[in-house]
C-alpha cells in the first residue's frame, strides 16, 4: 500500500470549514484513498472513500487532486464532536486489508 | 444495538496469564478483524477471517489465536501473556470479502499485563 503523509496537528475553530491534507505521492491506479477518524482512544469510524472523483457524504468531502497525489478531507462545519485523530489511508481495491498511519490531530475549538 | 461489541472492555492480568477477547457483530458482516493500538497509538492488523476462514494473519507471535466459531463471532485468545501484550485491542467486521474497507469498528479492550 503506498505510504501516506499527514501533518501531526491541526487547529480549527468551531464552525469553520476544516481542510485535512493527505499526501500520497505513489499512489497506483488501483488504490483507493480512505478517511477514518478515533476519538478519544474509542474505536476508529469511518469517514468516507474515493479513487478518483471527489465525493461527498453527510460526514464529510474527499478532494481529490487530478494527478490523485494528494487528496483533503473536508469537514464543512466543524463542531467539538469532531476533535479527533484523522487517518488518511491508501489501499489497493483487492487487499483486504489497511495500514494506518499517525494521523492528524484536529483540535477544534470554540 | 451495538453494531461491534467487544467483551470485556477493561482487562488487568498478570504475566503468564491465559486470556480471551471475545468479539460479535450483528451487522451480517462477512468479514472480521483484530487490530492492535500500541501505546503510541499505532493502529496495526492482527488477523483477518472472512467467513470463519483466517485470511490475514501479520506476523503475531503464535501466543495469540483467534477463533471465529461463525461469521459473527471472533474471539481473541492470548496465551502466557507479556508486559509487551499490554495495548487496546480492536474488533471490526465489514462487508463482503473486505476489500471494501468500510469497517466498523468495536470500542476496544483495553489489555493491562502487569
Known amino acids: 500500500d503506498a505510504k501516506t503523509t499527514q501533518p501531526p496537528s491541526m487547529d480549527c475553530a468551531e464552525g469553520r470549514a476544516a481542510n485535512l491534507p493527505c499526501n500520497h505521492s505513489?499512489?497506483?491506479?488501483?488504490?483507493?484513498v480512505y478517511w477514518y477518524r478515533q476519538i478519544h482512544s474509542q474505536g476508529p469510524q469511518y469517514i468516507i472513500h474515493?479513487?478518483?472523483n471527489n465525493e461527498t457524504n453527510e460526514m464529510a468531502s474527499l478532494i481529490i487532486t487530478e494527478d490523485r497525489k494528494s487528496s483533503t478531507l473536508i469537514l464543512p462545519h466543524a463542531t467539538l464532536r469532531d476533535t479527533a485523530v484523522y487517518y488518511c489511508i491508501v489501499r489497493h481495491y483487492n487487499f483486504n486489508k489497511f495500514y494506518f498511519g499517525s494521523g492528524t490531530k484536529l483540535n477544534v475549538k470554540p | 444495538d451495538t453494531a461491534v461489541s467487544q467483551t470485556p472492555k477493561y482487562l488487568v492480568t498478570q504475566m503468564g496469564n491465559d486470556k480471551s477477547i471475545k468479539c460479535e457483530q450483528n451487522l451480517g458482516h462477512d468479514t472480521m478483524y483484530w487490530y492492535k493500538q500500541d501505546s503510541k497509538k499505532f493502529l496495526k492488523i492482527m488477523f483477518s477471517?472472512?467467513?470463519?476462514?483466517?485470511?490475514i494473519n501479520e506476523t503475531v507471535p503464535n501466543r495469540f489465536s483467534p477463533k471465529s466459531p461463525d461469521k459473527a463471532h471472533l474471539n481473541l485468545h492470548i496465551n502466557s501473556l507479556e508486559l509487551g501484550d499490554s495495548a487496546v485491542y480492536f474488533c471490526a467486521s465489514s462487508q463482503g470479502d473486505g476489500r471494501s474497507m468500510k469497517a466498523f469498528f468495536g470500542q476496544g479492550t483495553r489489555l493491562t499485563v502487569v
Open positions: 474515493g479513487l478518483k
Open positions: 477471517y472472512n467467513n470463519k476462514e483466517l485470511i
Open positions: 505513489t499512489i497506483s491506479g488501483n488504490e483507493y
